[in-house]
Nanobody, 123 residues
Framework: HVQLVESGGGSVQAGGSLRLSCKIS???????MGWFRHIPGKEREGVAA????????NYADSVKGRFTISKDNTKNVLNLQMRNLKPEDTAMYYC??????????????????WGQGTQVTVS
């Protein structure tokens, strides 16, 4: 059973930074992982993804240059370093895993396992 648990969310002023983490358990094979966010009344949005090689990354245009996704295999943790946060970044953030290794990297429907989310509020 694969379990993903997010942490690190909170409230921050515009221009500040936060680091989100996602603890991974129950799986040690190859997978693509991503961060997504959801604002009430809007569709879930892909934010950042990292390939199964743990090197290749993709970002939504809205966060390029500000967010960095990385994976720490020694700790089984997926991270999202968020810099220069803006009010429009306010959302519930989720980590997710794609075990098929052929899906679209920033498309929520192509991921199979999800965490329960961590709230980020920028004011």
């Amino acid at each position: 059973h694969v379990q993903l648990v997010e942490s690190g969310g909170g409230s921050v002023q515009a221009g500040g930074s936060l680091r989100l983490s996602c603890k991974i358990s129950g799986f040690s094979g190859s997978m693509c992982m991503g961060w997504f966010r959801h604002i009430p009344g809007k569709e879930r949005e892909g934010v950042a993804a990292i390939n199964s090689d743990d090197v290749t990354t993709n970002y939504a245009d809205s966060v390029k240059g500000r967010f960095t996704i990385s994976k720490d295999n020694t700790k089984n943790v997926l991270n999202l370093q968020m810099r220069n946060l803006k009010p429009e970044d306010t959302a519930m953030y989720y980590c997710a895993a794609d075990f098929r290794l052929g899906g679209r990297v920033l498309v929520p429907g192509d991921y199979q396992s999800w965490g329960q989310g961590t709230q980020v509020t920028v004011s």
